[in-house]
């Protein structure tokens, strides 16, 4: 009986797919679940696993673009009968060895899949093993770390066995997607010798072994057979074409767009040839070294940019005088330590004088969402905070319920989980307003981009000794620009600048804070 294989659906917009490499050649013999090819969409890579034992026979031929759908190849079921009269030594072999790999055999595994993590989680990236493959590992020991494009997780083990790899580290996998196998049993890793194949079974393994790693590694700038058949079609030199998939691989998309660049060196006057061939060589270190953009980084460029695009985005300034509050927290503080067990910093205030001018301007903090405007009742306050992977915005629920203790005991306790990666999807959601502030890393003047789909953000920066005029005098004062970033669509000029004017107002007297005046 002959078994069809079709390309299978890959993602909602991918209607087709390139076959990058088949691993199997046409005739051979597959195992169910083995990878046979790999398959290479606009998109990204995918791997096609045999859906039956049986001899394979090939359809479609590297490089061909085929239909979702479609069929690649065939696999022969009867040929299994074929080749099995051509395994009865190693059957015998097996039944000879050690108890050990029987027991082995019998063990249970284990297969971990992506776990949900959150609703609008689709899927995660490995950011790393912290376990080896072949690894002993114990039940509920983490070992690895997942990465979404808002938060990391810790992956525990589901069992007490040997470890198997499936998924490596950086590979983005979909939820439920295999991870890795654990082969349960205490006595799992100590079988393992047993289980070595005989001489000939290892020669005969090799093959496949060597096609399946070289299904995992390219060469920078070496083209996929889809691009590089676009290539040859346009006489474009890959060598003069930079590579954005796998590891500097090129791809369909890199070789399309590459057309007109690759072909401007060919253009270039002899001249301009000879006098860039007796430029003198640069001197110096000019070593380069390329990183892969974390799913979280990858997140906040595409949100960043689709609010540019999106919103009609606009910033007005004001300036604040920092003196009384400075006063306040040299006179209180150590007091407000004791007391509450925790510093008076700024953020307190700022936070503060945002949730009673939100209140009074409501549009402020509100949203659109369609074409209808989402007011709320409460503050949900979101504060940036920059971590190891990145930017990160946890959320301070209710802060106009909160005193000052109580907003600072909550930035300290959601920068602390941001710094070690323990911020959970829900830490991270549903904020009305941001607060950001670049002023600890020097910034003296910024237009903070607003994180969407909020309507405003305000940005803090430095405070800088600067002359001002205190009724009719030059004092020398310290002053902090602030600034105030807000969708036009939503928020009028009116609006905004009586935001921030209430604000100054609350910083620079703060006893309005504690009178609510």
């Not at 060598?239 to 060196?265: C, F, H, L, N, Y």
């Not at 003296?444 to 305000?458: E, H, K, R, V």
Request: proline share 5%; charged share 25%.
């Amino acid at each position: 009986m002959s078994l069809e294989v079709k390309v299978p659906a890959v993602g909602e917009s991918i209607t087709e797919v390139t076959i990058a490499q088949w691993l199997k050649k046409d005739g051979d013999r597959v195992e169910m679940d083995e990878v046979i090819a790999e398959l290479e969409s606009d998109k990204a890579t995918f791997e096609l696993p045999a859906e039956a034992a049986g001899i394979l026979r090939i359809v479609a031929q590297e490089g061909d673009t085929i239909d979702v759908g479609a069929v690649i190849c065939k696999i022969d079921q009867d040929g299994a009968a074929a080749s099995a009269p051509a395994a009865p030594a190693a059957a015998e072999a097996a039944q000879e060895s050690a108890p050990a790999a029987t027991a082995q055999a019998a063990g249970q595994t284990v297969e971990m899949t992506v776990p949900t993590v959150g609703e609008s989680i689709t899927e995660v990236t490995i950011a790393s093993w912290l376990k080896s493959d072949g690894d002993q590992v114990e039940m509920d020991e983490v070992i690895a770390e997942l990465e979404s494009d808002k938060a990391t997780f810790e992956l525990p083990a589901e069992a007490t066995g040997t470890l198997q790899i499936v998924a490596k580290e950086g590979d983005t996998v979909e939820i439920g997607g295999l991870l890795c196998k654990i082969v349960a049993g205490a006595g799992a890793g100590a079988a393992k010798p047993a289980a070595q194949p005989s001489a000939p079974a290892a020669q005969a393994a090799q093959p496949a072994a060597a096609a399946t790693s070289g299904a995992q590694t390219y060469a920078s700038g070496t083209p996929s057979p889809a691009a590089g058949k676009i290539l040859s079609e346009k006489g474009i030199n890959p060598a003069d074409v930079q590579g954005t998939g796998r590891d500097g691989r090129i791809t369909k998309e890199d070789a399309q767009s590459a057309q007109k660049a690759a072909a401007k060196p060919a253009a270039a006057p002899a001249a301009k040839q000879a006098a860039a061939a007796e430029a003198p060589a640069a001197s110096g270190n000019r070593d380069q070294r390329r990183e892969k953009m974390s799913a979280l980084r990858k997140t906040v460029a595409r949100r960043l940019v689709q609010v540019k695009n999106e919103t009609a985005m606009l910033t007005t300034f004001n300036e604040v005088d920092m003196k009384p509050i400075m006063d306040i927290r040299a006179k209180y503080k150590d007091k407000f330590k004791e007391v509450h067990e925790v510093g008076l910093g700024f953020m307190s205030f700022f936070t503060k004088a945002c949730t009673v001018a939100l209140q009074e301007w409501p549009a402020v903090n509100a949203q659109i969402d369609g074409t209808e405007m989402v007011f709320s009742d409460f503050v949900d306050v979101s504060i940036a905070v920059s971590s190891p992977k990145g930017l990160v915005v946890p959320v301070i629920r209710n802060a106009e319920q909160l005193s000052l203790d109580g907003i600072e005991k909550e930035v300290v306790r959601l920068a602390k989980k941001a710094r070690d990666g323990k911020l959970s999807i829900e830490e991270m959601t549903g904020g009305t307003f941001t607060i950001t502030n670049g002023g600890i890393f020097g910034s003296m003047m910024s237009t903070p981009i607003i994180n969407a789909p909020q309507s405003a953000i305000l940005g803090m920066h430095n405070i800088v000794q600067r002359p001002v005029a205190i009724n009719g005098q030059v004092e020398i004062r310290p002053m902090m620009y602030l600034a105030l970033s807000y969708d036009h669509r939503i928020i009028d000029g009116r609006e905004s600048v009586s935001f921030l004017v209430r604000v100054k107002e609350l910083l620079e007297d703060p006893m309005r804070l504690l009178l609510g005046v």
